[in-house]
């Protein structure tokens, strides 16, 4: 099995501060076949990136994904009060797996 | 627009079983893998469960192998979950996902219901 480890667990910002979320693979990731959702309370998460850079239909360009092998990044380029959220990444190059999540939270 | 309703959750006792239900619309269900994913108050997302667009291949977890049962209903726009003797660690909230893209299987999700939590309580 797969074990994602996301860093930090939570992460306090101001709106319109840049976020660096990371999330690190225990073995390499086959064709970075990687995720990363955002979930709110009481919601269901939401698909924002997939191959490890590729955003989802509808998702702004403030998201971007990085990353290969065993390191990925999620950047918010600038936090919208609506960003504030649960950000999770999860590989499908095998038996999928997620990481635990980092909270983004108001400054 | 696509939507996904879980249903079935509840309080159930140890030892007993449950049929979770996920009705979907606003897309063909036919020709998308659906799978389920669930998560434990204040932990994160387990992946459980996939059934082809088909209905005739499933996969598991292995943490639920020989206990859960994914099935669909193409007729019935709806694809369910059977789990047996129940256990303290499945009280969860259980969400329906769909797969991107048709007849293909890559296991990430771009739609995902509002879940149903189960409480497995005595």
């Known amino acids: 099995e797969i074990v994602l480890t996301q860093s930090p667990g939570t992460l306090s910002l101001s709106p319109g501060e840049r976020a660096t979320l990371s999330c690190r693979a225990s073995?390499?990731?086959?064709?970075?076949?990687l995720a990363w959702y955002q979930q709110k309370p009481g919601q269901g998460p939401r698909l924002l990136i997939y191959?490890?850079?590729s955003r989802a239909t509808g998702v702004p360009d403030r998201f971007s994904g990085s990353g290969s092998g065993t390191d990925f990044t999620l950047t918010i380029s600038s936090l919208e009060p609506e960003d504030f959220a649960v950000y999770s990444c999860?590989?499908?190059?095998?038996?999928?797996?997620f990481g635990q999540g980092t909270k983004v939270e108001i400054k | 627009q696509v939507q996904l309703v879980e249903s079935g959750g509840g309080v159930v006792q140890p030892g007993r079983s449950l049929r979770l239900s996920c009705a979907a619309s606003?897309?063909?269900?036919?020709?998308?893998?659906m799978h389920w994913v669930r998560q434990a108050p204040g932990k994160g997302l387990e992946w459980l469960a996939v059934?082809?667009?088909?209905?005739?291949?499933?996969y598991y977890a292995d943490s639920v192998k020989g206990r859960f049962t994914i099935s669909r209903d193409n007729s019935k726009n709806t694809m369910y979950l059977q789990i047996n003797s129940l256990r303290d660690e499945d009280s969860a909230t259980y969400y329906c996902?769909?797969?991107?893209?048709?007849?293909?299987?890559?296991?990430?999700?771009?739609?995902w219901g509002q879940g149903t939590l189960v409480t497995v309580s005595s």
């Open positions: 996902a769909k797969e991107p893209y048709t007849y293909t299987s890559d296991w990430y999700w771009d739609y």
């Open positions: 073995q390499s990731v086959r064709d970075n076949y």
């Open positions: 059934v082809s667009y088909g209905g005739k291949t499933q």
């Open positions: 191959a490890a850079s």
């Open positions: 606003g897309f063909i269900f036919s020709n998308y893998g």
């Open positions: 999860q590989q499908y190059g095998a038996s999928p797996t």
